[in-house]
């Protein structure tokens, strides 16, 4: 049985217009790490939402841990972490009294499934009795995770927890979901990160409603249709000019201190390529064959 | 063929080079903001150049915000100087609000005006005059290709659209400086990137972009970077320098070399 399945879901908002899901299909096995991916309006908190029984699909069906959306609401509320993209916690209680209330609304206590927090939670036992609104970013963060695992869920959907939050605090956040992995709970984040598709199992990315792949990180990265250069000169901005304006290059995209290119054309070569970019009066520069990242699997597949 | 290490060179140069050559649109000197007994900016001193791309980097909780709203007039600081755009941070908040724009990915633009809506308030607001408006206008929405979109309602407008024409307005007066809040965050990575050649093509015009960011690679775009961590600036350098120094490959590693010793969760 699948931790969580989704068939032919289709959501969409304004009579029509807006097409947040669009006939989306995929299973998630149970104990597994699974990444949503995608950027802001394509359609992850809708699914989510959808699968935590908060909004009814428009049409099609979806079940968590064997049991109906719609049928069977009332179990999977009892089943299910939620951490939903803005922090929803009381921000005038503590830390304790959120904690306390969220185990007592689950019919538990803070004690029943404390090993399963402990981890996290002695992060924020300074901070106890400080309001939750009080909190920092990263502690406010910690502080939902705990409360949206204190009933010991069989799958816990994580919707953008790392959004706005620095990238010491993000790799952190990720160290704590690989031990809870041990723990056996499935798994679901969505994230606009490209970078922490890499961390998951395996990943859908999705873009306008319609996921456009799933499979492991590095199964994508496979499929990646061309080769991909990484190409840098002392003058970056005019290097992007140049490459553009290339016929023989069929995309260009910035990456940093590189550019990443794909050609169009077998003939172009890489020292082709270094000659033209020497005439041009381009200096210092590099062009080197790398593995494609999510980033780049993303890009090609959105202007498929 | 090898990245040839005078480059760093040449870049670091520029840095001066940039100081004796370019005007400061920035200046602070050891300008501090104290909540209580909370020093959230701890006497933090810098210079940034007409048309540089500035990167204002650091952790949640460092200080970033409350910097920014002091350096944009809108927050009054404890102790410490500063002029932006020439005008003095305690006695011309006013005039500095008027020349500089601003765009955050919490506030934009009215979601229930329409585009061309929009730009006629904020350029009202900017005190453009009504040719102006309406050369400016139509070269944005040019631009931008929103002619279809030009009198439909901003919300109906994907994330990506709206943050680019967000921009767009905000530099609608064509302001000395633009301080952009995390402009990208949450939009897909064509349009992130898109995004930033609206903000070259600015730069190019001679406006100072003051960005902050949580996504690393756009930090290598910027000229220099400073980096706040629990309430000062730890480091202030291009990119390449700042990488060569704490000798690592990437922004990502010195935000994280800078960073996790802070002992400010906010």
Not at chain 1, 174 to 202: F, N
């Amino acid at each position: 049985m699948k931790s969580v399945e989704l068939n032919n879901i289709v959501k969409t908002y304004n009579k029509g217009e807006i097409k947040a899901a669009n006939n989306v299909s995929f299973s998630v096995n149970k104990g597994e790490l699974f990444g949503l991916i995608g950027a802001d309006g394509a359609g992850k908190t809708s699914i989510f939402r959808i699968l935590t029984t908060l909004l009814l699909p428009d049409s099609g069906t979806a079940s968590v841990d064997g049991c109906d959306v719609i049928n069977d609401y009332r179990t999977i509320r009892k089943k299910v972490g939620y951490m939903p993209g803005k922090f929803s916690l009381y921000q005038d209680l503590s830390v304790e009294e959120n904690l306390n209330f969220f185990a007592t609304v689950f019919d538990t206590t803070i004690a029943e499934n404390y090993e399963l927090i402990k981890d996290i939670y002695v992060q924020l036992e300074p901070f106890k009795t400080r309001r939750a609104g009080k909190l920092s970013g990263g502690m406010k963060q910690k502080l939902a995770l705990c409360c949206a695992l204190i009933h010991r869920p069989n799958v816990l959907f994580l919707d953008e927890p790392t959004t706005g939050v620095d990238v010491v605090s993000r790799k952190e956040f990720w160290e704590m979901l690989k031990t809870l992995k041990q723990q056996g709970i499935t798994i679901l984040v969505s994230t606009p990160y490209m970078d922490e598709a890499t961390l998951c199992e395996r990943i859908a990315l999705i873009q306008s409603g319609s996921i456009m792949m799933i499979d492991t990180p590095g199964q994508i990265i496979k499929n990646y249709p061309d080769k991909l250069y990484a190409v840098k000169a002392d003058n970056m901005s005019r290097l992007q000019n140049v490459l553009r304006s290339n016929a023989q290059i069929k995309s260009c995209y910035s990456f940093g201190d590189f550019h990443h290119i794909t050609m169009d054309n077998v003939q172009l070569t890489v020292d082709n390529l270094l000659v033209s970019l020497q005439n041009e009066g381009l200096n210092d520069l590099e062009v080197k064959e790398i593995i494609p990242t999510i980033e780049d699997c993303f890009m090609n597949l959105m202007n498929s | 063929m090898e990245l040839n290490k005078d480059n760093n060179k040449s870049l670091s140069n520029a840095g001066s080079q940039l100081s004796v050559e370019r005007e400061v649109v920035i200046k602070t000197d050891k300008l501090t903001k104290r909540f209580g007994d909370f020093i959230a900016t701890n006497q933090i001193t810098f210079e940034v150049y007409s048309g540089e791309i500035f990167g204002f980097l650091g952790a949640n909780g460092a200080g970033k915000t409350t910097a920014m709203k002091m350096l944009c007039g809108l927050s009054k600081p404890s102790s410490g100087n500063a002029t932006i755009a020439g005008f003095d941070i305690y006695r011309q908040t006013e005039q500095i609000k008027r020349h500089i724009g601003y765009m955050s990915q919490k506030f934009s633009l009215y979601e229930d005006l329409t585009i061309v809506e929009n730009i006629q308030f904020f350029g009202g607001i900017y005190g453009l005059s009504d040719q102006q408006l309406k050369t400016k206008s139509n070269e944005l929405i040019e631009t931008l290709g929103l002619q279809k979109e030009a009198n439909k309602l901003v919300n109906s407008l994907p994330l990506g659209w709206k943050q680019k024409l967000a921009f767009s307005v905000a530099v609608l007066h064509e302001p000395r400086i633009v301080f952009l809040d995390e402009p990208t965050g949450g939009v897909d990575p064509i349009t992130r990137r898109q995004f930033w050649d609206l903000i070259y093509q600015a730069a190019d015009k001679g406006i100072t972009i003051f960005v902050t960011t949580h996504y690393m690679d756009e930090a290598e775009y910027c000229n220099r970077i400073s980096m706040m961590v629990d309430g000062e600036i730890k480091a202030l350098d291009t990119p390449a320098d700042l990488k060569q120094k704490y000798a690592v490959s990437s922004m990502d590693e010195v935000f994280y070399e800078l960073a996790r010793g802070a002992k400010r969760n906010e």
